[in-house]
């Protein structure tokens, strides 16, 4: 058997952590098996689905770098497949037209609530005959569902669940205007795509036992089900706005790379021993169903930038200098020539172990690109002091000097300019930083002069000792 998993979000609104969650589990399982990874976007409700929504979701799976196989199946565009199985139901008796009113349908949902009852279609049209039915109401058709025994879903994360028969009413197939309801489509699509896996949210487990039925009914095996328990706040309440960002194009935006998204994704909800660091072709390798966890995973922005910051540290600068440039450029709106460009290269060993995103790289890079003479902020400017100026100087001169232009030799002329005028290395280290970023905070100071380069660094430092 080929193992064909889905993801099928509805085009409604942005990509949230809990459907990127899903993607990624999908996507794993599929790799792990040597399977297949679909996509379908569950487009039918018409009022709400934008293209918006749907460019968001496509935007944010090649984000992630999860690749679907195929081209995506758009459900809205299936919808007489869909409504073909629900009439084929109704010619064998599995289904029938039901003549309720709204005006019914609300009187029997509010006679229910006041009797303590869950509000449930009666049936009433179930074994009517259709010539009682009124003139003037367009009929749905209902699915004839079994009244008596139990529905059972061996699930993959659950374990197995049940429920009555009696507690689930007929659900409606096709609408009055001939459209059909998400629960059919789901159905048929699962069928039609040969799903063999369904993972999914737990909030979807109780849609399980309906499709379940609508599935033995059509007389077609339902996929294997995987519900997983969602995605809560570190105060363990569902996770919402209130709790930061929840879309996934937010953390994209935030400077996170998608392999760091990934692995925290990963580890929300499934675990293997106490592995935190988990790359994504060992996860490939490890997934499995059996160690999702039943308990909901709770999201924490920190440990999720702290492994961003890991990532960052591990990858390639070549993978990171593209978009650094971008937020620089955009920062700067002006695009980098080649001289900065070299920069910002050189820069990047240095700035990495500090940061935690790559807003943080870019933002500490921006003292490559100052217009001079410099403006200091208020902290930088108490180092500048006229003995500093003159340190400066000195250590200008020396620089001004110096064969090779690399760390060590900056480090070995600094710390020879600090002797020999008989001060501490800080001393001159401290004005030095101001002079050349216009702040007290950078990346180490000879990354800095080795990045800016001899010209650059000599003209910051006449822009002070000469004023």
Not at 86 to 101: F, T
Not at 435 to 449: K, N, Y
Request: hydrophobic share 40%; charged share 25%.
């Amino acid at each position: 058997m080929t193992v064909i998993t889905r993801f099928a979000p509805s085009p409604t609104g942005y990509l949230h952590i809990g459907g990127a969650r899903t993607a990624l589990f999908n996507w794993l399982f599929a790799r792990h098996h040597k399977g297949k990874f679909l996509l379908r976007i569950e487009d039918t409700d018409r009022e709400r689905s934008t293209e918006d929504a749907v460019r968001a979701i496509l935007e944010g799976l090649r984000w992630l770098e999860l690749d679907w196989d195929g081209e995506p199946v758009f459900q809205f565009a299936r919808a007489s497949r869909h409504a073909e199985i629900a009439r084929g139901l109704l010619a064998q008796g599995k289904a029938y037209h039901c003549y309720c009113s709204p005006a019914e349908l609300t009187e029997m949902r509010e006679r229910a609530r006041a009797e303590g009852r869950s509000p449930r279609y009666d049936g009433r049209w179930r074994d009517r005959d259709p010539k009682d039915a009124p003139p003037d109401i367009k009929p749905v058709i209902r699915f004839k569902a079994p009244q008596s025994g139990e529905t059972v879903v061996e699930d993959l994360v659950q374990g197995r669940v049940a429920v009555a028969n009696a507690e689930l009413d007929d659900m409606v197939l096709l609408r009055a205007d001939g459209t059909p309801t998400y629960m059919l489509s789901v159905v048929v699509d699962d069928h039609d795509m040969n799903i063999t896996h369904a993972i999914r949210g737990d909030d979807h487990l109780t849609n399980a036992f309906r499709q379940t039925q609508l599935f033995l009914a059509c007389d077609w095996q339902p996929p294997r089900y995987a519900h997983i328990p969602l995605i809560h706040g570190a105060d363990g309440a569902k996770l919402s706005k209130r709790h930061g960002a929840v879309a996934l194009d937010a953390y994209a935006t935030l400077g996170l790379l998608p392999e760091a998204m990934r692995n925290y994704l990963l580890r929300l909800g499934w675990s293997h021993g106490d592995d935190e660091i988990i790359p994504t072709q060992q996860a490939i390798q490890w997934f499995g169903l059996e160690a999702v966890g039943r308990s909901p995973a709770r999201f924490d922005m920190e440990k999720l930038l702290s492994l961003n910051a890991h990532y960052i540290k591990e990858a390639d600068p070549k993978i990171l200098l593209p978009p650094v440039t971008a937020r620089i450029e955009t920062t700067l709106g002006r695009p980098l020539d080649t001289t900065e460009r070299a920069r910002l290269d050189a820069a990047l060993p240095g700035l990495r172990p500090r940061a935690q995103t790559m807003i943080e790289i870019a933002d500490g890079a921006l003292f490559l690109f100052r217009t001079r003479p410099l403006t200091l902020d208020a902290q930088a400017a108490k180092l500048v002091s006229a003995e500093a100026r003159r340190l400066l100087g000195l250590v200008g001169q020396a620089l001004a000097a110096l064969p090779a232009w690399d760390n060590a030799s900056l480090e070995a002329c600094v710390r020879t300019s600090a002797e020999g005028a008989g001060v501490k290395l800080g001393a001159i280290a401290q004005p030095l930083r101001a002079a050349l970023t216009g702040s007290t905070v950078s990346p180490g100071i000879f990354d800095v002069m080795a990045a800016l380069g001899r010209e650059e660094v000599l003209a910051r430092i006449g822009d002070l000792t000469n004023s």
